[in-house]
């Protein structure tokens, strides 16, 4: 588990976030991302007939949609243990494989940090 006051400011506020997005949107997992010109991106996860993303594919989209072309950091606010390996891919698109993805629980202490490698 990793110390979520000992993080870089700018982890711990897209932590922040993606809690706050899977609390205010009563989603399974809150995701958010940071771009190489420091703005974020903020997103749940999306569970529609036709369309089912998780919060980081959605962050990314967003991101992507605004006009990013890489990313600094992600992290993940869910009950899951890991990242799914396709958030790991749409990470590792536009970031580039040593993007870190910090992963936290809903209480939003980071339980690891894993890279998109």
Do not use: C, F, W
């Amino acid at each position: 588990m990793t110390d979520s006051n000992a993080l870089d400011p700018e982890d711990r506020k897209i932590v922040t976030l993606a809690r706050s997005a899977r609390a205010r949107n009563h989603v399974p997992e809150g995701a958010a991302v940071r771009d190489e010109t420091g703005r974020t991106y903020v997103a749940g996860s999306v569970a529609l007939p036709s369309l089912r993303l998780s919060a980081l594919q959605t962050a990314v989209a967003m991101a992507v949609a605004s006009g990013a072309t890489s990313l600094e950091a992600a992290a993940v606010v869910t009950e899951a243990d890991g990242a799914a390996e396709a958030d790991l891919a749409v990470v590792r698109d536009l970031g580039g494989a040593g993007t870190p993805v910090l992963l936290a629980g809903p209480d939003g202490v980071v339980r690891k940090t894993v890279s998109a490698d």
